[in-house]
């Protein structure tokens, strides 16, 4: 059984990675310019937001010396892999449930 993959959910999963990242990196340089210890938890939210793409480099996709268009295409590609991951997820769990409620 095949089923076609919808758009829409994968938007909704990519502009909702976007909006919470945009805003940590945000809360970041705030924090950063004022000085606060609460960069170290910033910080690390911002390590495992910039998985799969820091695999690669370190750096990637925030902190790299590049333009910034180069940085958003860096960061625009880390979020496709992150929501197309996030999306497979919440398609597996659905799939799960279903076959679970079959069963019962």
Partial sequence: ???KLK???FLIVFFTLMVIQFLIVFLD???TKSK???TSVTNVVIAIFSLPISGIHRNL???VNESLYIRAIFWIVNLFIQSALVYLV???FK???RKLKKLA
């Fill in 1 to 3: 059984m095949k089923k």
């Fill in 29 to 31: 340089v705030q924090l």
């Fill in 95 to 97: 799939r799960l449930r």
């Fill in 61 to 63: 996709p925030f902190y």
């Fill in 90 to 92: 919440i398609l597996g």
């Fill in 7 to 9: 758009l829409r959910p």
């Fill in 36 to 38: 606060s210890d609460l």
